[in-house]
């Protein structure tokens, strides 16, 4: 139950792929014939990316390698083209590290950043958003729904006051872009980011939209593909599977997020009322369908993963003894949990091929690891309240 | 990720709990950082006879203060002291790097707990 690290590929989305690396192999920007049935594959890929998230034109469209490419390309080129609309970039604590670190790589740049805070659901603040947002505010970029927790953000509050200072708003729809139904159009959304392998597409994808008029400046300058905005010979398989992963999703979101919700529901009180002591992380409503994630005080994540892995469930965690940095998630503290108490953090999230029966097995393994894990633990409820 | 002698460790832990009327108790590590670990122990004619630890901490936190317990119990308090963390890592087959530092904080408890007991008992900490 770890399908937020990685999802697998779409069988339909795998057939759709394989011409393209077997016979089909033609650069779409040759002008010969066989090229042209490249070129002709890429644009209908492009139209089915446009059609799940109702964006104006086809164009508006930018192949990338991913969630990480489209975050960067998004705020490095709109920051560094638009500086005669101003330097001040805002966005939320709960961000993708793909939006942390280019917004702070620019204030070296002589950018200002801020980053607003969140109420303990790790919704943003919109009072907060008005107050910041000044006339020297080129860009605001927040997150969709936040991956770690689930929650999601009211955008469309949140594009009528970013526009109403007149400033342009990105959207990160990694983790959301699979499982909730997305329109630019009505939302008000400027540029969003979007993931082929959250929709279970190939990885390695994703894209960018843009609405027409907005000026970008690329990240990659080369042979001028997509417009300018993207040069590189297109990865035509990885295109053609994300198009064909988009055009998927879209037709059957509805009823696979209707069942993970349901799933995500009987786990989440399954993995805490028969333990005292244990917490939801997030909203409990506004929250992705695929989104499990829970806290047991006194114990640490690693060690129940590693529990849960003897077992054959794979989790995830926000402790610290996960990560490369020995930090917990940034996302967890932001929403106000102590160190502590973020170490103590389990991540479970949902696909398509979990069962009930599954999420019935995991129920029954969480109080015996826990219970074990406090057992060996120093920590009691007397240091809880200190 | 970890050696089959951590998982060991991991899974069933020795000489854990507590002792209500331990000789020497040593605490180290922070809930902060996610490692927290204490050492009880029971001295008899400069012997630790008998040994238990609690540990909140990942796998690697767990396993460290099982296996220092192992080491530690029968020997004099002098070889005790001597037990270094390298020695702990070692007979558990080795650590992934980057739990070298955060997690094997349990012989440093262990040299809290002898150090605890040199205190109540009034004799001077040995080197």
Partial sequence: MDYAAG???????????????????????SLHVFSQKAKRALEEARTKIAELINAESTESIV??????????????????????????????????MSVVNPVKFLTTKGFEAIFLPVDKFGSLNLENLGKELNDKTALVSIVYANGEIGTIEPIREISKIVHGKNAYLHVDATAACGQIPIDVKSEGIDLLTLSSNDMYGPKGMGALYIKEGIRVEPLLHGGGQERGLRSGTENLPGIVGFGKAAEITKQEMHSNSEGLTKLRDNLIEGLLKPLPYAFLNGHPTKRLPDNVSVRYSFIEGESMLLSLDMMGVFASSGSACTSKTLEPSHVLLAIGLRHEEAHGSLMLTLGKENIQEEVEYVIGLMPGIVKRLRAISPLTPKELKE | MYTEKVMEHFKNPHNLGEIPDADGVGTVGNPVCGDLMT???KVKDNRLVDIKFKTFGCGAAIATSSMTTDLAKGKTLEEAMKLSRADVAGSLGGLPPVKMHCSNLAADALHAAIKDYYQKTGREVKK
């Fill in chain 1, 7 to 29: 999802k697998p590929v779409e069988p339909r989305a795998i057939e759709a792929m394989l011409p393209y690396m077997k016979s089909s192999y033609g650069n779409p920007s």
């Fill in chain 1, 63 to 96: 192949f990338t390698s991913g969630a990480t490419e489209s975050n960067n390309l998004a705020i490095k080129g709109i920051a560094n083209r638009n500086k005669d609309r101003g330097t001040r970039i805002i966005t939320s604590s709960v961000e993708h």
């Fill in chain 2, 39 to 41: 050492i009880y122990i």
